[in-house]
């Protein structure tokens, strides 16, 4: 069975931000991230700082929507040396049980 469309998206976002974390892309080319420096004890020790949106336009952009998704990731994640390495955790860490609680409203 292959993945649905959001589950490839959501992956591929992780792979994204990871490749941008581990300074894979030139740093005028990327999207920039802003990293939280006031996190606390959990997730990840690396976590993206949230910003308000006032518009859907805003809301919907790579930048805003990859927040919630990689502050919950384990450090296992976030701190792999690879990004093959990052893909199997990805996998093994069950990413579609992640994005339905988090991202899914009940």
């Given at each position: 069975?292959?993945?649905?469309l959001k589950r490839r998206r959501l992956r591929g976002d992780m792979i994204e931000v990871f490749q941008i974390f581990h300074d894979f892309y030139d740093l005028e080319?990327?999207?920039k991230l802003n990293f939280n420096t006031f996190?606390?004890?959990r997730g990840n020790k690396y976590k993206l700082q949230?910003?308000?949106c006032h518009y859907?336009?805003?809301?919907?952009?790579?930048?805003?929507r990859v927040v919630n998704m990689w502050n919950s990731l384990p450090n296992d994640v976030v701190e792999a040396?690879?990004?093959n390495i990052c893909k199997i955790d990805l996998i093994n860490i069950?990413?579609?049980?992640?994005?339905?609680?988090?991202l899914m409203p009940t």
């Open positions: 069975m292959l993945p649905t080319a990327a999207v996190s606390t004890t949230k910003s308000t859907n336009i805003r809301k919907y952009l790579f930048s805003s040396d690879t990004i069950g990413l579609i049980k992640l994005f339905f609680l988090i």
